[in-house]
């Protein structure tokens, strides 16, 4: 699976209370305490700011306008993530650096940046982790708005990560889908991917098929149809080339709107098959993407069966 890297993380601790700064900690040292909240899907806690909830429709926090992203890899790499997370990498890209430093977080190497977003917009970006794991924090807020600001380097000041937890990988899910009757059973899960193999294990063969599943807010800025150009775009960014389209359909899946392709190409030289269909009920998308590289047909028709069991809730 290709790891992506996403730009992001905060965090300055202050024991815990919440006293407001507006600087980064060089040594962010935390104990869990009753003002800690865990986020859901994660193994990171802490004490949010003020008016901030946890979301239903992403991994993280918010508050009308502002948001605070949290991607916790569990099995990634930091030193390999981060690699290109600095001023010089950041400036090349043409954006605006306000602060940048290299700090610890619960004796993790972590990296910070205060930047400037798009649309009128700051963000803070931290990252930190080791070899096993690396999590990413991305806040985002409204250029002008110095108190959330501060109060979000304080609240990434309260961080506390707990390597021990054990992660239920269907906390955050709105989706289910029925594998009873499928070769495909759910194999991994990171950070809002969900990966389903042949026989929910890990296949070292590359031609083995896999399915990955996200799910993103469904706000009414984008259809169904947007969603799914939108990853086919991303696909061939990684690689998916000579694409022909073999049939697209727009009809209901299991009674929720959708958008349905079935595509044949090369991926990195080699034939394959993509399946992808993108589901949606009230305020979430659930986007179901299959890759085979043998068996095309047959793999994609074990695709289409799959998809088609899907379940939707809406907490």
Not at 51 to 79: E, M, P, R
């Amino acid at each position: 699976m290709q790891k992506f890297l996403l730009l992001v993380l905060l965090c300055f601790l202050v024991s815990c209370k919440q006293v407001q700064n507006d600087k980064i900690a060089g040594d962010i040292k935390n104990t869990k305490t009753n003002k800690h909240i865990g986020i859901p899907g994660t193994r990171l806690y802490l004490v949010p700011p003020p008016q901030f909830k946890i979301s239903s429709t992403f991994i993280g926090l918010q508050a009308d306008s502002s948001v605070i992203n949290i991607f916790d890899l569990v099995g990634d790499n930091f030193y390999t993530n981060a690699r290109t997370f600095g001023r010089a990498e950041f400036e090349n890209r043409g954006v605006k650096v306000f602060d940048y430093r290299e700090v610890k977080v619960n004796g993790y190497p972590a990296k910070y940046a205060l930047i400037e977003g798009e649309n009128q917009t700051r963000s803070i970006s931290f990252v930190f982790g080791d070899t096993t794991f690396s999590t990413m924090i991305m806040a985002t807020y409204p250029a002008n708005n110095t108190v959330t600001e501060k109060q979000v380097i304080t609240c990434l000041n309260s961080i506390y990560y707990d390597k021990q937890k054990k992660i239920d990988p269907f906390e955050t899910a709105h989706f289910s889908l029925n594998t009873t009757n499928s070769k495909f059973k759910f194999y991994q899960y990171n950070s809002n991917l969900y990966l389903y193999s042949v026989g929910g294990i890990d296949h070292e063969d590359t031609k083995s098929p896999i399915i990955v599943v996200t799910q993103m807010p469904f706000d009414g800025t984008m259809t169904t149809k947007d969603i799914a150009d939108a990853m086919m775009a991303k696909g061939q960014q990684y690689g998916l080339t000579d694409l022909e389209t073999k049939s697209i359909s727009t009809d209901k899946v299991n009674g929720y709107d959708a958008y349905e392709m079935e595509i044949e190409g090369q991926m990195q030289g080699k034939d394959c098959a993509l399946y992808l269909c993108v589901t949606a009920r009230e305020n979430h998308a659930i986007v179901f993407e299959g890759v085979a590289k043998d068996s095309l047909r047959r793999n994609v028709q074990a695709f289409k069966d799959l998809s088609h069991t899907i379940e939707i809730n809406s907490r």
